[in-house]
């Protein structure tokens, strides 16, 4: 219902009573048509908060929100047919809606989130002046401890407290004890003297801090330099993979240990991939080109033919039997082609990971494995 004219009226009163009734179906008309709409809005808030509905009244500009409020003051009665005849204007009028559009340029910025480039997006923030962060304190509450502590080490003693006290108090505990323990206390002595700070100036400091989280450079590649080098290295000839990674030892020895943790190879298979996890595997790829991989790798007598063994020894006898039967037939395997089968073994297992329907163990979680 809009309620854009919101004029300061009394309500209208019955001829033979006090506010605003009607004794039949031709009286409801006539008093449904001399409420105004400031009127209308205000009964048809009051009956969707009764029926328990959340009505973002919030999201209106103040001079609504006042006037809204003060009408709903106003008003005493309102009889069931009065307000039967009300709700079917309102009805009727959204009924008659075809599309609702945000009405401001923030509302359509969310709208097409996603939709138009991030660069637009920005410039149109910035020439419009308009606040990119809806509630500043839920992003800031989503930041990991690690990521707020620097801002209490780094700002005013105030600002800190009014940061610990918009936290939940488990994080807010923790950030505490990671402080010094002279700056934890001027800061817990400062949330002390926080009762009366205005909602305004809470509002300010929330806006200013998570706008260090809104910050982002515009990036050409969504991936870290490390998973997408290591995505190619993963499927490139091992000759070739090992000639980048012992120029990488020479030319920048931290990348290169970071680059060998984030590549995944059949050799890595064994030492990656639970037991349980390989029957799964080698169903996402087809049995003949299952068997030149494990073919080629057997025949290398190294790393290769050691996951090629563990793959055999964790799937059913029988297959692992038959598969055996077919390799020993294949023979001799050409390099090229036992590698490519190999790949779409690695490949396969990759996107069960992302799927989230096996999990690979990382190079944490037991010593790194060395890349042949």
Request: glycine letters at 6%; zero cysteines; charged letters at 25%.
């Amino acid at each position: 219902m809009p309620t854009t004219d919101l004029t300061p009226l009394t309500p209208p009163k019955a001829a033979n009573g006090p506010g605003i009734a009607s004794q039949h179906s031709q009286d409801m008309g006539s008093s449904v048509t001399a409420l105004t709409r400031r009127q209308k809005a205000a009964i048809i808030v009051r009956f969707l908060i009764q029926e328990g509905a959340d009505i973002p009244i919030d999201a209106l500009p103040d001079n609504l929100q006042l006037a809204l409020t003060q009408q709903i003051g106003a008003m005493r009665y309102v009889d069931r047919d009065t307000l039967a005849a009300v709700i079917t204007e309102f009805a009727d009028e959204l009924d008659r809606m075809g599309l609702i559009f945000p009405g401001d340029l923030a509302g359509a910025l969310t709208a097409l989130d996603g939709r138009i480039s991030p660069q637009t997006a920005a410039r149109l923030r910035k020439e419009a002046g308009v606040r990119q962060i809806g509630d500043p304190w839920a992003l800031i509450r989503a930041q990991e401890a690690d990521a707020l502590l620097p801002i209490l080490i780094r700002e005013s003693t105030e600002v800190s407290a009014i940061l610990l006290s918009k936290l939940p108090v488990a994080k807010a505990a923790e950030l505490l004890h990671r402080l010094p323990g002279a700056h934890a206390r001027r800061i817990t002595h400062a949330i002390t003297l926080t009762g009366s700070v205005r909602p305004d100036t809470v509002d300010r400091i929330g806006l200013s801090l998570a706008a260090e989280f809104q910050i982002r450079p515009d990036l050409a590649f969504d991936e870290d330099p490390v998973e997408r080098l290591g995505a190619i290295l993963n499927i490139s000839p091992a000759d070739t993979r090992n000639q980048v990674l012992t120029g990488l030892d020479e030319d920048d020895a931290e990348f290169s240990q970071k680059l060998r943790k984030a590549i995944f190879t059949f050799a890595h298979i064994s030492a990656r991939v639970a037991p349980a996890d390989i029957p799964r595997a080698v169903r996402e790829i087809e049995q003949p080109r299952l068997i030149i991989a494990l073919a080629h790798a057997l025949a290398a007598e190294d790393d290769l033919a050691t996951t090629a063994e563990f793959i055999l020894g964790n799937i059913p006898k029988r297959m692992a039997e038959t598969l055996r039967e077919e390799i020993g037939e294949v023979g001799r395997v050409k390099p090229k082609e036992g590698e490519a089968a190999m790949n779409e073994l690695v490949g396969a297992i990759r996107a069960l990971e992302m799927a989230g329907e096996i999990s690979l163990r990382t190079a944490d979680d037991d010593d790194e494995v060395e890349i042949d």
